[in-house]
């Protein structure tokens, strides 16, 4: 009789579900540190501009550490498209791939 090993496998939903939510938390973070905002008072809905009051500047440096961060390179003209935390979030994850 051999053992089956595989009924101990997570279901790969779960696996990526936890890689997204480790994404998220990074990239709340990092947003955390950058702004001295507690973390818990942002979520994915969290606007730049509304709610943490970033200007250009402030999206500019916080693009950068997203890019060091992530090793990702996030072009100007993407960032004017990133409205929110959830925005930075799919976005690094449609990157991912």
Do not use: C, R, W
């Not at 790969?12 to 540190?33: A, G, P, T, Y």
């Not at 008072?41 to 970033?54: A, G, K, Q």
């Amino acid at each position: 009789m051999t053992a089956d090993y595989t009924s101990n496998k997570l279901p790969e939903s779960h696996f990526l579900e936890d890689i997204l939510m480790e994404l998220q938390d990074k990239v709340i973070k990092l947003v955390s540190e950058a702004t001295k905002m507690d973390a818990a008072n942002i979520s994915l809905n969290t606007s730049f501009v509304d709610d943490l009051n970033l200007d250009s500047l402030d999206m500019v440096e916080l693009m950068m550490k997203m890019e060091d961060e992530f090793g990702v390179e996030i072009p100007e003209d993407e960032t004017e498209n990133l409205k929110s935390i959830g925005d930075i979030v799919a976005y690094l994850k449609s990157k991912s791939h």
